[in-house]
């Protein structure tokens, strides 16, 4: 019997043809979904990077924005995005009605608006505060928002249904609270720090329930005056130590790290000032720790990792105590670590010896946290106006955008696109 082996050919090569194309489509089609992902306000690594590339350079009100979309009320939390969802929290000025709110990526339109709390009494609250600052975190089909001691919920990402409530961890925020939630593996880890009580938790992500809970060491704390300086307004992040996650917290008075799984303490830095709001960022065996202090007094820390028990006078490799942020959390980008002060100087610091390379004063004020992306870093101040530097040994600029309004919240990757929140709106930016 005679093959047409022509024949089979040609049809083994249209078959691996379209077996191609349909991968090809598949990957399209998902790898949208997963560039994105944004689920925690610094994104997938928790410390202001992305390895997304194409982002807008250039934009304006008339330039470059997909959509612009009003969100109601007040809220300062920083956008966080799964698929084709974007969630961020709001809340009535007063406190009495504490929302979460989804948008539609594509469209811009809003998909849910749910009503979580309406706390009886809210807790009196700074002035550059909202009772919606602290960013939600989000996974597949569950998003988990937070208002620090007056209410924690998850929620169903596609019903929006409350899949659970928990308005019993308490404290006397005193200013309002900042904090936000972080997940790891089973856990939802939440930081509230007060006048009264400092704690961290691990809630069960599916029930709400404890887990552990870890008290900081009330003999810090101890005829401290003012009040204020007994608060933390920081967000935990999880860090690879020689290849083991850590729980890393740092709060008023000292930071510590933790086993995540269980919150047992492993190691403790001791400092004498009270917590800012920048976040933790790590990088080439060190923890770059803001330990607080008055805005303008601030100071950072570079601790080496992998410590035991206490280790404050062995493994501070440096300090930094002039043009420290208060607000706004660093990015370290290669062997640069690049930090903006709440009024506005921008310092470019080797990350190993602290050498600072060169220093540059933006306008305005700015609490935004950096974001590096697409070999750009980004920084926004809160008149609206976004400054994109190329990094490196000095200081180079290669756009400024401006948009209507307050601009607080830290910017969040979408794909080839930038999602940004003003006081009263929320943006899509991208590259037409």
Not at 2 to 31: C, D, E, H, P, R
Not at 97 to 106: F, M, N
Not at 111 to 124: A, G, K, T, W
Not at 186 to 192: H, M, V, Y
Request: aromatic share 8%.
């Amino acid at each position: 019997m005679k093959f047409n082996t022509t024949s089979n050919k040609t049809q083994a090569i249209s078959l691996f043809l379209l077996v191609v194309a349909m991968m090809l489509l598949s990957v399209q089609a998902t790898g949208a979904s997963d560039n994105a992902n944004w689920p925690d306000w610094r994104g997938p690594t928790g410390d202001g990077q992305s390895e997304v590339t194409g982002l807008p350079l250039h934009w304006s009100e008339t330039r470059n924005i997909v959509w612009k979309t009003p969100i109601h009320d007040l809220g300062y939390s920083t956008p966080v995005l799964w698929d084709d969802q974007v969630w961020l929290t709001t809340a009535t000025m007063k406190g009495k009605t504490l929302y979460a709110v989804c948008i539609d990526l594509r469209s811009g339109r809003i998909i849910h608006d749910i009503e979580v709390f309406h706390p009886e009494r809210p807790q009196r609250i700074h002035r550059n505060n909202s009772y919606a600052t602290p960013s939600a975190v989000i996974e597949e089909g569950f998003v988990y928002v937070h208002y620090g001691t007056h209410g924690t919920a998850c929620l169903d990402t596609e019903t929006g249904r409350v899949v659970w409530r928990r308005d019993d961890l308490n404290c006397n925020h005193l200013q309002g609270p900042v904090s936000s939630p972080i997940l790891y593996e089973d856990l939802l880890i939440l930081a509230l720090e007060g006048t009264d009580v400092q704690f961290v938790v691990g809630l069960d992500k599916k029930t709400g329930k404890n887990v552990w809970r870890y008290d900081r060491p009330r003999e810090l704390y101890e005829n401290i005056e003012p009040l204020y300086l007994l608060k933390s307004y920081h967000t935990p992040v999880i860090v690879k130590v020689n290849g083991t996650p850590q729980l890393i917290n740092n709060g008023a008075m000292l930071v510590t790290g933790h086993e995540p799984p269980t919150g047992r303490e492993l190691w403790r830095v001791r400092y004498r000032d009270d917590n800012p709001i920048s976040r933790i960022v790590s990088g080439h065996g060190l923890l770059f720790i803001n330990s607080g202090g008055n805005p303008g007094a601030s100071h950072l820390l570079a601790v080496r990792q992998g410590g035991l028990g206490d280790v404050t006078d062995t493994h501070v490799v440096w300090k930094m105590t002039k043009d420290v942020p208060h607000e706004s959390s660093p990015v370290l980008a290669g062997d640069l670590l690049y930090l903006m002060s709440d009024k506005g100087v921008l310092t470019c610091k080797q990350a190993l010896s602290g050498k600072t390379i060169w220093s540059q004063r933006l306008e305005g004020d700015h609490g935004a946290s950096l974001l590096y992306a697409d070999n750009r870093i980004y920084m926004s101040n809160k008149e609206g106006k976004t400054t994109v530097i190329k990094p490196g040994g000095r200081f180079q600029v290669l756009a400024v955008n401006q948009l209507d309004g307050f601009l607080g919240a830290s910017p969040a990757v979408a794909g080839k696109s930038l999602v940004l929140r003003t006081k009263t709106h929320l943006y899509r930016v991208e590259n037409k």
